[in-house]
């Protein structure tokens, strides 16, 4: 059972930046894609960015050129660098991995645009 834990959440003002982490558990993080997903108040959890095993990545429009996820196999890790934070990125971010048919899903970290 893979079990995925996010951190780095929290409050930020628009402009600011944070980064979240994803730390899994379970031996094939590395052929794994990893995404990150995010859901607001009253509205459907989307996509926000994913990279595949091989390193290559995708992004919703929305967060193009802002946000910039990565992945460490090493650590079984997996990042979202979010800069230029603006308060419509307000949501709870959830880390997901799937492996072939099998989707994991973390328990979301709550990030909060606002000055």
């Known amino acids: 059972q893979v079990q995925l834990v996010e951190s780095g959440g929290g409050l930020v003002e628009p402009g600011g930046s944070l980064r979240l982490s994803c730390a899994a558990s379970?031996?094939?993080?590395?052929?794994?894609?990893m995404g990150w997903y995010r859901q607001a108040p009253g509205k459907q959890r989307d996509v926000v960015a994913r990279?595949?095993?091989?390193?290559?990545?995708n992004y919703a429009d929305s967060v193009k050129g802002r946000f910039t996820i990565s992945r460490d196999n090493a650590k079984n890790t997996v990042y979202l660098q979010m800069n230029s934070l603006k308060p419509e990125d307000t949501a709870v971010y959830y880390c997901?991995?799937?492996?072939?048919?099998?989707?994991?899903w973390g328990q979301g970290t709550q990030v909060t645009v606002s000055s």
């Open positions: 990279i595949t095993s091989a390193g290559s990545t």
């Open positions: 997901n991995e799937q492996l072939v048919t099998t989707i994991y």
């Open positions: 379970g031996s094939f993080f590395s052929i794994a894609t």
